[in-house]
């Protein structure tokens, strides 16, 4: 499996601010995915990041509050834009793996939004 | 619209005894099945997973049973250990988009 990282870690930020979240892998991936993760819930896609093309963004999710970046194999990220108190949650990254339906996933960002 | 349906919420087990952890879908379309383990502070990590095409699965002490007709799958977890405590998460797959149960926290106790 890949090895992911995730920077920040966590992070403690004020409404009306932005924090940007990178996610890097030890190996060329065609997918990378970001979920969100509610506190006590379960894992919601926020949006696909095929490098060298557009995200794909699920219902629910736009484009203006959580742009992404994709700009190689390795590496994406996603910005948190505009924060409220409601967009606390653990950020995650994933990746495809060899057998492509399989996802593995980096350790998470957690966000608290004062 | 909630697609897979995980039971139970929480599930408190001995130490040596089976864990069991229930899930079903909806949508026939899915076609892989993987379940997931996250630890507190951690990001989920890939524990097991089945085709529609296997009725069951085993790894080591993980087993997955699933049943295509009546669109269930589940994990067992044989002689539970106190280290398997942990949120467990089903999923469901379909055009590389996995869909996640709402998760189990496992306790084993001594």
């Known amino acids: 499996s890949a090895v992911i990282s995730q920077k920040p870690s966590r992070d403690i930020c004020q409404r009306g601010t932005s924090l940007t979240i990178q996610c890097q892998v030890d190996?060329?991936?065609?997918?990378m995915f970001w979920y969100r993760q509610q506190p006590g819930q379960s894992l919601t896609l926020i949006a696909t990041?095929?490098?060298?093309?557009?995200?794909?963004?699920e219902s629910g999710f736009v484009i203006d509050k959580f742009p992404i970046s994709r700009p190689n194999l390795t590496f994406s990220t996603l910005t948190v834009s505009n924060m409220s108190p409601e967009d606390s949650s653990i950020y995650l990254c994933?990746?495809?793996?060899?057998?492509?339906?399989?996802?593995?996933f980096g350790p998470g960002t957690r966000l608290l939004v004062l | 619209q909630q697609q897979v349906k995980q039971s139970p919420q929480s599930l408190i087990v001995q130490k040596g005894g089976i864990s069991i952890i229930n899930c079903a879908y909806e949508?026939?379309?899915?076609?892989?099945f993987p379940w997931y383990q996250q630890f507190p502070g951690k990001g989920p990590a890939l524990l097991i997973a089945?085709?529609?095409?296997?009725s069951e699965k085993k790894e080591g002490r993980f087993t997955i049973s699933f049943n295509k007709s009546a669109k269930q799958f589940s994990l067992h977890i044989m002689d539970s250990q106190p280290g398997d405590s942990a949120t467990y998460f089903c999923?469901?797959?379909?055009?590389?988009?996995?869909?996640f149960g709402t998760g189990t926290r496992l306790t084993i106790i001594p």
């Open positions: 949508n026939t379309a899915f076609d892989y």
């Open positions: 990041a095929n490098q060298g093309s557009e995200a794909t963004y």
């Open positions: 999923a469901a797959e379909f055009g590389r988009k996995l869909t």
């Open positions: 190996s060329q991936v065609t997918m």
């Open positions: 994933s990746v495809e793996g060899r057998v492509w339906e399989t996802q593995y």
């Open positions: 089945i085709r529609p095409d296997v």
